[in-house]
């Protein structure tokens, strides 16, 4: 076998977690930067847990975020199928996983072209399946009753960040779980305030959006017909927005 086909697995990996990701862009979520929840009407935001209540890091919490937010899933616990017949659950019938990934060094003994032997540290990625607990039947009740830390007290706006917005003149409106500009109407799409884990994280939203915003013709007239179709054109615009 040779090199390049011996890293066939690993770019499989890579490209899957890519699509996924850009899949989300071409409808409007950005998995790295989704500070709201619907479930925040009761709770804040948590990372994704494993079924011994540490939380998941790196690439998995935005890969496990982005599954719960497309399924509707409020709990953030997930495990393994092996975990939930050890904890005495059961996957119901149907029920698909969600990828995460493993990520590690191994060591290998080679020899150079001098004969002299010496160690080489190789990285893998290893792709695995998990389930929410909302797809496991027969799990201990404590498993169920999971949620994120319940939001005591409401959540203060920043006034100086309000009028700055309704200076601006947007039309930006409120209402269901995505956050995004529309150029056919030239509006901003907000999810409720209250969804959000802070006012910081509502108002760097709307900033983000707001500079998508800025780009109509009548504006700043960045070009953004290519957006939807061209991954260049979309990532040239994102990075504009994150700047």
Same mark, same amino acid.
């Given at each position: 076998?040779?090199?390049?086909?011996?890293?066939?697995?690993?770019?499989?990996?890579?490209?899957?977690?890519?699509?996924?990701?850009?899949?989300?862009?071409?409808?409007?979520?950005?998995?790295?930067?989704?500070?709201?929840?619907?479930?925040?009407?009761?709770?804040?935001?948590?990372?994704?847990?494993?079924?011994?209540?540490?939380?998941?890091?790196?690439?998995?919490?935005?890969?496990?975020?982005?599954?719960?937010?497309?399924?509707?899933?409020?709990?953030?616990?997930?495990?393994?199928?092996?975990?939930?017949?050890?904890?005495?659950?059961?996957?119901?019938?149907?029920?698909?996983?969600?990828?995460?990934?493993?990520?590690?060094?191994?060591?290998?003994?080679?020899?150079?072209?001098?004969?002299?032997?010496?160690?080489?540290?190789?990285?893998?990625?290893?792709?695995?399946?998990?389930?929410?607990?909302?797809?496991?039947?027969?799990?201990?009740?404590?498993?169920?009753?999971?949620?994120?830390?319940?939001?005591?007290?409401?959540?203060?706006?920043?006034?100086?960040?309000?009028?700055?917005?309704?200076?601006?003149?947007?039309?930006?409106?409120?209402?269901?779980?995505? &956050?995004?500009? $529309?150029?056919?109407?030239? *509006?901003?799409?907000?999810? @409720?305030?209250?969804?959000? %884990? +802070?006012?910081?994280? =509502?108002? &760097?939203?709307? $900033?983000?959006?707001?500079? *998508?915003?800025?780009?109509? @013709?009548?504006?700043?007239? %960045? +070009?953004?017909?290519? =957006?939807?179709?061209?991954? $260049?054109?979309?990532?040239?615009?994102?990075?504009?927005?994150?700047?």
């Amino acid at each position: 076998m040779s090199r390049r086909e011996g890293k066939g697995p690993r770019i499989d990996i890579y490209a899957r977690i890519t699509d996924r990701i850009v899949a989300e862009l071409a409808m409007g979520v950005r998995p790295w930067m989704q500070p709201w929840h619907s479930a925040n009407a009761i709770g804040r935001v948590t990372r994704p847990l494993r079924h011994n209540g540490l939380p998941y890091s790196g690439m998995n919490v935005l890969l496990l975020w982005s599954e719960a937010i497309a399924r509707g899933f409020a709990s953030p616990m997930w495990m393994t199928f092996k975990q939930a017949l050890e904890l005495g659950g059961a996957v119901r019938k149907g029920e698909t996983g969600s990828m995460v990934v493993f990520a590690s060094r191994f060591t290998k003994t080679e020899t150079d072209s001098a004969g002299e032997e010496f160690d080489r540290e190789i990285p893998f990625l290893k792709a695995y399946s998990v389930f929410n607990v909302a797809q496991i039947d027969g799990l201990p009740d404590h498993y169920y009753g999971h949620k994120a830390e319940p939001v005591r007290d409401p959540i203060v706006r920043i006034e100086h960040a309000d009028r700055f917005f309704a200076n601006t003149g947007a039309m930006i409106r409120h209402g269901g779980d995505r &956050a995004y500009f $529309s150029p056919a109407t030239d *509006h901003i799409q907000m999810p @409720p305030f209250q969804m959000f %884990r +802070d006012a910081a994280a =509502y108002v &760097a939203t709307l $900033s983000h959006e707001a500079t *998508h915003w800025t780009s109509a @013709p009548h504006r700043v007239n %960045r +070009d953004l017909s290519r =957006y939807a179709r061209d991954r $260049s054109e979309r990532a040239r615009e994102e990075l504009i927005a994150l700047s």
